[in-house]
């Protein structure tokens, strides 16, 4: 090492290093002289006197690090001749340093002369690209405490996009800057300082990235494969919980940027066919897919029962054995990169939590609620054939239109209506007009047969609507005989003040059976009054039928029975004059 | 009918008396072990059938020190579904209390429920759930 100091310090001129620059320019040599054995792991002052114990960086790691620098083989030819690596036969610190300075002069295009060095130059840029250099950089990565983590994430979602696009680094680099340019403290020329030298200028700034470690990870990871979750997800995993929060938002705003590819992060149209999917087997989204359900569907997949039963495990979080939606579209994301070739993490990546699927993507849910209050009413109500046809083209339409606006519910309207022969264009106009955020209800749920006509008398307002809609009456009325008595006894209340009415019925689609069912009775308002009464005569007669079947079967039960005790006593009898008989035969 | 054997770090989880999942720490001496445990397999009979119509609740799930030799102490815990865990501990681990004891036992319950909740794991088959093996590590990890 004295000799080599020496040495080095006779043939050149005494380098004058910034303190940036010792610290970035020590950790490299470290590095690189760690495979050599030892790696001295001192600081700036110390490497540059003669330091114990490896005193020369290895040759292979240089020439790697000198290649990622991605300068040309003949720069780095002469910058290795200059340094005086080649004249001594190796590199020591010195050589080394002056080495680096001098590949920092050819990035900024300054020419390779030792002149050159000798003024103040921005960080050399690496790119990284072996195995080696990222273990090393992964010790650096823990090395720098909490100020790495935030731009760290951010880089590691860059090397998941870099190793989809399998790209070399110098495409990442542009992705990669935006985020940092956010730090306004950062050195002018930071923006020359690529984000594998981040880690010097860490120390200097607060807020930095830790590119290297993540952009060497990505090299190597890309010869074993697209292992993209991984490597990187376990290093972020030690300091998940200072920046999950943080990861969770800038990988939120990372949606919308520049990594779409990221393989552990679910794009729209495959969050929606997941949800699709999950439709097909459980139609209510927000409850559970079953254990054997999902077995028999995820076995559909073709891999292999060991790989099905991991990917279960990294998926349901609660370990209930059902999966729930967001579970769900974890698992299936996971199967889908599995038979693209992704290997599977170690653990259940950040962007496939329930709770982050379930923050970002809230919408798919809250329609679904929406069209379960609705379906759920639907059953409530027993339709005649006509009401049938209509809810079932509303809930056809519900499902392509589960967003309750005006405009969908005036829509929807107009389908009901032309594919049903009940004409009530203009209640259902005015309805929907006046409505708003109204789920599209059927056109004609079975209005309340018994409360109703107690209502008749109070709702003088609806006549004239029910003058103006005669027809509907006819037309309704025999199809309402039908209905089923099921209608809460509040509604009718609700129905004598029509403006009410439209307010309270506005809040009711939230309710699960009351909303449509309501909503829909305010409709054939005109007509109901006239079915009501027919159809409490009807359930009078009904009623009376009940009544005398009823007798007639008390009846016939009381003469049965009167049939049973006679032949009981028969019986008693004849066993009696058995028993005389026997002890005569006996003898 | 599981058992796991746990040796000063060796779990061995077993089904019907036949083994679901083995783990020894110290890799040697493994058939020794095995031996054991399944001789302790008998104590284990002998006590759920001593316990007989008992409700079977938490504490009774919890064998206790099956038998002690020289070197070893063996403990046993048997689930509702008869399944039995053996955990063969050192006996120079005397740090090692009751208590310790039956947390490790319902570690290892809560997680072997959670394999079972996996659809794809079949009831006897051996346990390659990558979670129960990464507690299993850290339990034996603790203890020695």
């Keep these: 090492m004295e000799a080599a100091a020496s040495g080095g310090c006779g043939s050149g001129p005494p380098l004058l290093l910034s303190e940036g620059e010792q610290q970035c320019y020590s950790e490299l040599f470290a590095r690189c002289a760690g495979a050599a054995g030892g790696g001295p792991g001192s600081g700036p002052p110390e490497a540059a006197r003669a330091a114990p114990g490896a005193s020369t960086a290895a040759s292979g790691p240089v020439a790697d690090l000198f290649r990622a620098s991605q300068l040309p083989a003949e720069t780095l030819h002469q910058i290795t001749e200059l340094c005086g690596a080649k004249r001594v036969g190796y590199f020591g610190p010195t050589q080394f340093y002056v080495a680096l300075k001098l590949i920092a002069a050819a990035q900024s295009g300054l020419p390779v002369r030792i002149e050159s060095i000798k003024c103040e130059l921005p960080l050399p840029r690496f790119m990284m690209s072996k195995t080696d250099a990222e273990i090393r950089f992964g010790n650096m990565a823990e090395l720098h405490g909490t100020k790495v983590q935030i731009p760290y994430l951010i880089t590691e979602k860059n090397t998941f996009k870099r190793m989809d696009d399998e790209d070399k680094q110098q495409e990442t680099q542009s992705p990669t800057m935006s985020p940092l340019a956010s730090p306004p403290s950062s050195p002018p020329h930071y923006q020359r300082v690529p984000l594998s030298h981040g880690y010097s200028k860490l120390r200097k700034s607060t807020e930095q990235m830790h590119p290297a470690p993540y952009e060497a990870r990505q090299p190597l990871v890309q010869p074993e494969g697209p292992s993209l979750g991984g490597p990187g997800a376990k290093p972020l995993r030690h300091q998940a919980s200072l920046i999950r929060s943080f990861s969770v938002e800038r990988e939120l705003q990372d949606n919308n940027s520049s990594y779409p590819d990221e393989p552990w992060r679910i794009t729209e149209e495959q969050r929606e066919y997941y949800v699709n999917q999950f439709r097909s087997l459980q139609p209510d989204p927000s409850s559970f897919i079953s254990g054997s359900v999902a077995k028999n569907f995820f076995t559909k997949s073709k891999l292999s029962i060991p790989e099905l039963s991991y990917i279960w495990e990294l998926s349901d979080a609660d370990c209930d054995g059902a999966l729930s939606l967001p579970e769900f579209c974890a698992a299936f994301h996971l199967i889908v990169a599995r038979k693209n070739g992704y290997p599977l993490p170690e653990g259940l990546p950040p962007t496939l939590q329930p709770e982050y699927l379930q923050a970002a993507f809230p919408k798919p849910k809250w329609e679904c609620a929406l069209f379960d209050s609705y379906s759920e009413s639907v059953p409530a109500n027993q339709q005649p054939r006509d009401l049938n046809r209509m809810e079932k083209l509303s809930i056809k339409d519900m499902a392509d239109f589960p967003v309750p606006t005006q405009d969908v519910t005036g829509d929807d309207k107009q389908a009901l209506k032309s594919a049903t022969d009940e004409a009530l264009p203009k209640d259902m106009s005015e309805d929907s007009a006046s409505k708003s955020g109204l789920l599209p209800p059927p056109p004609a749920l079975p209005p309340r047969p018994c409360p109703s006509q107690s209502e008749q008398a109070s709702e003088a307002e609806l006549h004239p609507q029910l003058n103006r809609a005669p027809s509907q009456a006819a037309e309704s009325s025999p199809a309402k005989k039908d209905i089923p008595y099921s209608q809460p006894p509040s509604k009718p209340i609700r129905r004598k003040f029509r403006p009410e009415n439209q307010a309270t019925e506005s809040q009711e689609p939230t309710t699960a059976v009351g909303g449509p069912a309501s909503v829909a009775t305010v409709k054939p308002h005109p007509t109901v009054q006239k079915q009501s009464s027919k159809q409490k005569k009807a359930i009078q007669t009904a009623i009376r039928k009940n009544k005398e079947a009823n007798a007639v079967l008390a009846r016939l039960n009381s003469e049965l029975q009167q049939q049973l005790k006679e032949v009981h006593q028969e019986r008693i009898a004849l066993e009696n004059q058995l028993e005389q008989l026997r002890p005569v035969t006996v003898l | ?144």
């Design chain 2, 1 to 144: 009918m599981g058992w796991i054997l746990v040796t000063s770090a060796t779990v061995i989880l077993f089904l019907q008396n036949y083994p679901l999942y083995i783990r020894s720490v110290p890799t040697e001496n493994e058939l020794k072990f095995h031996y054991m445990v399944h001789t302790s397999l008998d104590v284990v009979d002998e006590k759920i059938s001593a316990m007989g119509k008992a409700l079977v609740d938490q504490r009774e799930l919890y064998l206790g020190l099956l038998y002690p030799t020289e070197d070893y102490k063996v403990y046993g815990y048997v689930t509702n579904s008869k399944v039995k865990f053996v955990m063969v501990v050192d006996s120079s681990n005397t740090a090692l209390r009751d208590n310790e004891i039956r947390s490790m036992f319902r570690k290892l319950h809560n997680s072997y429920t959670d394999v079972m909740c996996n659809p794809f794991y079949n009831p006897g088959d051996r346990i390659q759930s990558r979670a129960f093996d990464g507690m299993v590590t850290s339990m034996m990890i603790q203890v020695c």
